[in-house]
T-cell receptor, first 117, second 114 residues
Framework: DTEVTQTPKHLVMGMTNKKSLKCEQHMGHRAMYWYKQKAKKPPELMFVYSYEKLSINESVPSRFSPECPNSSLLNLHLHALQPEDSALYLCASSQWVRGVAGANVLTFGAGSRLTVL | ELKVEQNPLFLSMQEGKNYTIYCNYSTTSDRLYWYRQDPGKSLESLFVLLSNGAVKQEGRLMASLDTKARLSTLHITAAVHDLSATYFC??????????????FGKGTKLSVKP
């Protein structure tokens, strides 16, 4: 299995809703990532988990709450979002090799397109 | 702060022509990636460049890296319509170090016309 699977593919939510985005991989990767991509913009890093621990949080508002329950799963919990949070949310995974100039290519999922009304 | 600049941002090409996309980055790094993104789709990894002078080729695309100049190029040979997409370069800050701070350029939207 060489894929990163994201669900749902599309999500529409109101500003008072609570929802979650899910990401799953079975490649044995120990690093998982959330990126946010607005239309016609490059992806922006939100969070990085390594060995199920949060290692990077790029000053993301607390209305986004990541969770990594095990080495294969990554969730992004959403609460009280704003319309400007509408975007494509991309999950990615990679090997985690610290201190070595290895490839560590990120494999991206297909994304979850979020619309906040 | 690491900055990654691509140019051009938009590129309209005739089929059969050659062209080059440039990617400059502002601080030391020893790994550079090229990704392709089709409209409404996710990112597909094209190349990983890990050392000065690295050159990789796949079909009509060839990527190179000059770490001294902090420059990577993506050369397109004899373009075909199927190459129409947005191409991103991305750089990880530092030397063989921390993972995950993958900084993307703004992307080059390539349109190949008959």
């Amino acid at each position: 299995d060489t894929e990163v699977t994201q669900t749902p593919k599309h999500l529409v939510m109101g500003m008072t809703n609570k929802k979650s985005l899910k990401c799953e991989q079975h490649m044995g990767h120990r690093a998982m990532y959330w990126y946010k991509q607005k239309a016609k913009k490059p992806p922006e890093l939100m969070f990085v988990y390594s060995y199920e621990k949060l290692s990077i949080n790029e000053s993301v508002p607390s209305r986004f709450s990541p969770e990594c329950p095990n080495s294969s799963l990554l969730n992004l919990h959403l609460h009280a979002l704003q319309p400007e949070d509408s975007a494509l949310y991309l999950c990615a995974s990679s090997q985690w090799v610290r201190g070595v100039a290895g490839a560590n290519v990120l494999t991206f999922g297909a994304g979850s397109r979020l619309t906040v009304l | 702060e690491l900055k990654v600049e691509q140019n051009p941002l938009f590129l309209s090409m005739q089929e059969g022509k050659n062209y080059t996309i440039y990617c400059n980055y502002s601080t030391t790094s020893d790994r550079l990636y090229w990704y392709r993104q089709d409209p409404g789709k996710s990112l597909e990894s094209l190349f990983v460049l890990l050392s000065n002078g690295a050159v990789k080729q796949e079909g009509r695309l060839m990527a190179s890296l000059d770490t001294k100049a902090r420059l990577s190029t993506l050369h397109i040979t004899a373009a075909v319509h199927d190459l129409s997409a947005t191409y991103f370069c991305a750089v990880v800050m530092g030397l063989g170090g921390s993972q995950g701070n993958l900084i993307f350029g703004k992307g080059t939207k390539l349109s190949v016309k008959p």
